[in-house]
């Protein structure tokens, strides 16, 4: 008799969103700058942004994310919530983490901690919560990812500031018994990568008051071939096609990476879950607030293969495939 394979799984059991009231629209933005509503919607896709407002922290934005994957996910008692990890590259203090402050507000127990890997960081948080579950270290993770990220911007440079926008997205993971196949529902593959050689083409320096800094093309570049390169890496190790995904959910950036990547996976854009349009990029929130859309609108359902991807900062990437 062969032995039992039976695995744990990180099984997504809710997600909620939180955007801040103000929408700062293309025409808003290029009534100041030497830019158009017809270039960034051509260039980007992106035709609006939500922005905090001054008094509106991380923490904020993170727990009423929290709050909305609680209810959803019909978790009644938040100290079952063992394990808060927080990806977000503007955390409201530089220390005590945003994720402790989340824990407190919401009632988890167990430990919380924050996780930076800027436009990357939900994939990143995603794949250390489903080894932490899968070591037993916990049981019941909230992943979020939560960005004031226009508070990194430097509003005179046409070159990032009509790219980002500001959110939070919560998923809640739940570790349970899966047979150890792909029809388990949960994480079922994930991989991370980043090469800081590459630095250079996008970051935020330590100065006070220091803004976006990127050199759009060459980041526009190594996105393509990065997440196509760890897209196929995923697909490869549970011997899947692009095809047999039900849903791709990458971060948002821009839309003509995410046709890219789609045109890659063999994935019309139809299968393609897209907020770029509606938030611009959210950095490390892109990708939880695409989950929560898709979720709200039941394109997104129990059972249905879906892969998260994305590249940021450092640079950093990643992916991951799980079945909802
Ligand atoms: O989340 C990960 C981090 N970020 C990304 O993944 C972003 C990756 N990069 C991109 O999305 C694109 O490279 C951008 C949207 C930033 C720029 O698009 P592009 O097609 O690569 O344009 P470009 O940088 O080659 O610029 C083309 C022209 C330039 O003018 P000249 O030199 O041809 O006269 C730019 O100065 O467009 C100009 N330009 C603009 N014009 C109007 C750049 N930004 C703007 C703007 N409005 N906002």
Known sequence: MPASSSKIRSVLIGTGAYLP???????????????????????????????????????????????????????????QIDLVIVATTTPTDVFPATATMVQHFIGASGFAFDLQAVCSGFVYALSVADSLLQSGSAKTALVIGAENFTRLLDWTDRGTCVLFGDG????????????????????????????????????????????????????????????????????????LQGSDLDWLVPHQANLRIIEAMAKKLNLPLSKVIVTVDKHANTSAASIPLALHAGFSDGRLKPGQLIMVEALGGGLTWGSAIIRL
């Open 168 to 239: 939070a997205g919560a998923v809640i993971v739940r570790a349970e018994a899966g047979k150890g196949d792909q029809s388990d529902r949960g994480i079922l593959t994930s991989f991370l990568h980043s090469d800081g050689s590459l630095r250079d083409i996008l970051y935020t320096d330590g100065s006070p008051g220091a803004r976006v800094k990127m050199e759009g093309k060459e980041v526009f570049r190594h996105a393509t071939e990065k997440m196509a390169a760890v897209a196929e890496e995923a697909l490869d190790s549970l011997g």
């Open 21 to 79: 009231q103000r929408i700062l629209t293309n025409r808003e933005l290029a009534a100041s700058l030497d830019s158009s509503d017809e270039w960034i919607r051509q260039r980007t896709g992106i035709s609006q942004r939500h922005v905090s407002s001054d008094s509106e922290t991380t923490t904020d934005l993170a727990t009423r994310a929290a709050k909305q994957a609680m209810v959803n996910a019909g978790i009644r008692d938040p100290s």
